[in-house]
């Protein structure tokens, strides 16, 4: 990879040269790749790769967080507090990060979380199964108290459980759910999606941003099973989040043309009562950016953005991705875990610790691309910006289906997804949250 100086200008225009041209063109006339794409090895005609381009803003951990000047906790607890996590690791990463801010603004003792996982998720885990308890309750002293073992009056007891799905903001709780924790002393919550935590007083964000970005560490075993994951990895790597799995498909209510009668099936299945959109309503459906990428699709855009097809890729998904030829017919120095891990340890792992797997090895990542701006997505962004990562992207669905619906195709295609995402990566944008991040110009 070429790296620009510092020195030279943010933007300036380059000359478009041509390199040689695949053998053989794989995609029909009609298709947006219709244009023979570029050489395997060298960057799209001289220009340089994504990460060369000089960045003028970069998110950072706040300071107001980082420096610890917070209000002191109370002498005396409300009650406790539960938090139910539901869904995979991220998101319940995300929701207990959110109950953790809840209990510091409601005064209350945080008992470590209940794991609800439905039954396909092939998942028994739970949060102490995942993460290293000992090393949270020591990062959370001073931020909120944690509670390993209940008193004994309290841990015979099932908590109270109260209705969150409304509440978005500091009153919200005080209001509606302090009132219930001071009268049973011990309820059981799930954050609402839509969290305001901008209306949280500050000292309750710092909890919830230490509980995310210091103190949930992977438990030992686990993190060596990462570390040893991470090692077999050819360097420098790319960690790809690629969402196109049959149920994410089916979630989207979008139809696709020219996959598998197999992908098709497997989509089909999934669907339920989500119908997919037809005529007009799937065309704005698509152009609002919903539809998730296919690995051709995502080829096409790494292309675009120079980034080599020797590119050594790992990609951190679930299991079922569809049509991944598309991506891996391009770039072939493709891994997954199972790559690495030995058929019996890859069998006896559940969701969790799988998904763990990937996160530990994104937010370490050279450079991290996410096809799709999920809980895991934002989660590795923010930390990736934590640990001073900033090679860090999301590609953009709406740009793609915006131009391919205006007709672009071929080079004029790839030179108009080269602006979006270069305009993305200097700005910075979606490489982390303003709950516990600040702007930083460079």
């Given at each position: 990879m070429v790296v620009a100086s510092a020195k030279k200008p943010l933007l300036f225009v380059i000359s478009f040269f041509s390199l040689s041209i695949l053998a053989v063109i794989w995609f029909s006339p009609s298709s947006?790749?219709?244009?023979?794409?570029?050489?395997?090895?060298?960057?799209?005609?001289?220009?340089?790769?994504?990460?060369?381009?000089?960045?003028?803003?970069?998110?950072?951990?706040?300071?107001?967080?980082?420096?610890?000047?917070?209000?002191?906790?109370?002498?005396?607890?409300?009650?406790?507090?539960?938090?139910?996590?539901?869904?995979?690791?991220?998101?319940?990463?995300?929701?207990?990060?959110?109950?953790?801010?809840?209990?510091?603004?409601?005064?209350?003792?945080?008992?470590?979380?209940?794991?609800?996982?439905?039954?396909?998720?092939?998942?028994?885990?739970g949060f102490a199964d995942v993460f290293d308890v000992d090393y949270f309750i020591q990062l959370m002293n001073g931020f909120v108290k944690v509670a390993k073992e209940l008193p004994a009056e309290i841990a015979s007891k099932e908590p109270v459980q109260v209705d969150c799905s409304k509440r978005k903001g500091q009153f919200d709780y005080v209001e509606s759910v302090l009132p219930s924790l001071l009268k049973h002393r011990y309820i059981s919550l799930t954050p609402a999606m839509s969290q305001r935590r901008d209306r949280y007083p500050l000292h309750a964000k710092a909890a919830l941003c230490q509980a995310c970005y210091s103190a949930l560490r992977l438990t030992k075993p686990l993190e060596d099973k990462g570390s040893k994951l991470f090692q077999s990895i050819p360097k420098p790597f790319l960690s790809l989040h690629l969402r196109f799995e049959p149920d994410m498909v089916a979630y989207s209510q979008c139809e696709y043309s020219g996959l598998s009668s197999s992908s098709m099936e497997a989509i089909e299945a999934s669907r339920g009562d989500r119908k997919p959109w037809t005529g007009e309503s799937a065309r704005v459906w698509r152009n609002r950016g919903k539809c998730p990428l296919t690995p051709k699709e995502t080829a096409f855009i790494l292309q675009s953005l120079s980034i080599p097809t020797n590119t050594n890729i790992y990609l951190a998904a679930g299991d079922g991705l569809m049509e991944l030829e598309g991506l891996t017919s391009v770039y072939t120095n493709t891994f997954t875990k199972a790559t690495f891990l030995s058929s019996e340890?890859?069998?006896?792992?559940?969701?969790?610790?799988?998904?763990?797997?990937?996160?530990?090895?994104?937010?370490?990542?050279?450079?991290?691309?996410?096809?799709?701006?999920?809980?895991?997505?934002?989660?590795?962004?923010?930390m990736r910006a934590f640990k001073g990562l900033f090679k860090t992207l999301l590609l953009s669905r709406r740009a793609f289906a915006q131009f391919t619906s205006q007709g672009l195709k071929g080079k004029e295609l790839r030179e108009a997804l080269w602006k979006v995402h270069r305009d993305d990566f200097v700005m910075g944008r979606g490489s982390a949250l303003p709950d516990c991040f600040c702007e930083f110009k460079l």
């Open positions: 947006p790749f219709s244009e023979p794409l570029v050489s395997v090895s060298s960057p799209m005609s001289g220009k340089k790769d994504i990460w060369s381009v000089r960045r003028i803003m970069e998110w950072r951990p706040c300071k107001w967080w980082l420096d610890g000047d917070l209000t002191a906790l109370p002498a005396e607890s409300n009650g406790y507090i539960r938090v139910d996590c539901y869904g995979g690791l991220n998101q319940m990463r995300r929701d207990f990060c959110d109950g953790v801010g809840i209990a510091r603004l409601l005064n209350a003792t945080l008992v470590l979380p209940k794991f609800e996982v439905a039954a396909y998720w092939n998942e028994s885990s340890e890859f069998a006896s792992m559940h969701g969790n610790t799988k998904a763990a797997l990937d996160y530990y090895v994104s937010i370490n990542s050279d450079s991290y691309v996410a096809t799709y701006f999920g809980n895991m997505d934002k989660m590795v962004a923010a």
